[in-house]
């Protein structure tokens, strides 16, 4: 699907002479370019326009999230059928962990994570390796900023169709390998419900829930549903189900990680230990042993970010992968 900007207005005054001048020289590879104009002038329409013209996924980068959250708001008007995206950083509140050995004192690292922003930043990612090239993303510096490895990302996308053959335990087994949660309670966001031969999706990243009916084991109906009103909306001949969380990874990465991680560890415990850090070389032992426990039985820890190297393979110093990793060579 290709870009189509909807607007009242046309290119007036200086507009289309930027556009094109924008244009020719995104084109011919000229990599930096500077659009001047007074607040009001236009220039989010006059990007519109190229955007429109270029017809590449792209990015837009704002400094702050107020001017982010502006830039959403527009390019949704001027877009309403295309994927406009929003990727800020989803912490209301953030407080990195602390230790002073001296005392023994620990303090914990305390954070508030906003689920409207996570759902939108896992909306990004999804619609990125969805194939589609009609995509905008409007993002603070925090596309910068570490995620998950795409190719491990992508990796654990399900497919699913009406009409395949899979038993629901190996269908729940995927939904749970991508970091899915089972619940028989309230259905919330990144979880789903099993009722007979019913299975109720919440994704991480839509405001939608899924219902996929099996009969045997076969696929008989994918429904898009209210969660709130447990009505029905669609039903879907095909559908993908994208994993959960940013940070999710296939079993035998994951061993591999742990493995390495254990190994890492007992070095810098060792090392604590021999120049007389004691509470240090504790303290982490500790702390490390918690993590590895809870990425053995859920797959994830709180702060598996810190562990991004071993988990994506990387060498010491190398950088980690972030959103620009997500888009296509050739994006704008």
Do not use: W
């Not at 076969?218 to 993908?240: G, M």
């Not at 071993?310 to 992968?321: E, K, S, T």
């Amino acid at each position: 699907m290709d870009f189509k900007l909807q607007s009242e207005f046309h290119p007036a005054g200086d507009q289309p002479e930027a556009i094109k001048q924008l244009s020719e020289g995104i084109l011919g590879n000229e990599k930096y370019q500077t659009l001047l104009g007074v607040t009001g002038s236009g220039k989010t329409f006059t990007v519109a326009n190229v955007v429109e013209k270029i017809n590449r996924p792209t990015l837009v980068l704002a400094h702050n999230k107020t001017l982010a959250a502006q830039l959403y708001s527009e390019f949704k008007q001027f877009f309403p059928n295309n994927a406009i995206e929003y990727f800020v950083s989803y912490y209301d509140y953030y407080q990195p962990e602390a230790y002073i050995p001296v005392t023994g004192t620990y303090i914990e690292k305390d954070l508030s994570i906003n689920d409207d922003i996570e759902r939108l930043r896992l909306s990004t990612t999804s619609s990125l390796l969805s194939g589609r090239r009609d995509i905008l993303v409007v993002a603070s510096v925090s596309c910068l900023y570490g995620i998950g490895n795409p190719v491990e990302f992508k990796k654990n996308v399900i497919p699913i169709k009406v009409g395949q053959v899979i038993s629901r335990t190996r269908f729940l087994h995927q939904l749970v390998t991508s970091l899915y949660s089972r619940t028989d309670v309230e259905i919330k966001s990144g979880t789903f419900k099993v009722k007979g031969d019913v299975v109720t999706i919440f994704p991480s990243y839509g405001e939608n829930g899924y219902r996929v009916h099996f009969f045997g084991d076969e696929i008989e109906e994918i429904e898009a549903i209210d969660i709130v009103n447990n009505t029905v909306i669609e039903c879907f001949k095909n559908l993908t189900i994208y994993p959960a969380n940013l940070f999710v990874t296939s079993p035998d990465v994951l061993q591999n990680a742990i493995h390495q991680i254990q190994d890492d560890l007992m070095k810098q415990y060792d090392y604590f230990k021999e120049i007389g850090k004691h509470l240090e070389a504790k303290r982490l032992k500790e702390r490390t042993e918690f993590d590895l426990e809870m990425i053995r039985e859920l797959g994830y820890c709180s702060g598996i970010e810190n562990y991004s190297r071993y988990l994506d393979g990387r060498a010491p110093g190398v950088r980690p992968f972030c959103l620009l990793d997500y888009f296509p060579d050739d994006f704008l």
